[in-house]
């Protein structure tokens, strides 16, 4: 059970920290893309998930 935890929270962090690279990436690209508010949130919510992350697991 805790590894399967550990196993499904770590591709989590992948996922996340994939879709983050894109999305400033995205947003580095093309100044002119201005994100809606939604988007924004989004970001902040996985910026901080990513960071619980990686204190659990010790990756700071």
């Known amino acids: 059970m805790v590894f399967s935890d550990a196993r499904r929270e770590l591709r989590e962090l ?11 990436a995205t947003l580095a690209a093309d100044r002119s893309i201005a994100p809606h508010e939604s988007a924004v949130a989004d970001r902040q919510r996985k910026e ?3 960071a619980q992350l ?3 697991y010790e990756l700071v």
């Open 14 to 24: 992948i996922q996340i920290v994939a879709e983050t690279e894109r999305y400033d």
């Open 48 to 50: 901080l998930r990513k």
């Open 54 to 56: 990686m204190a659990k």
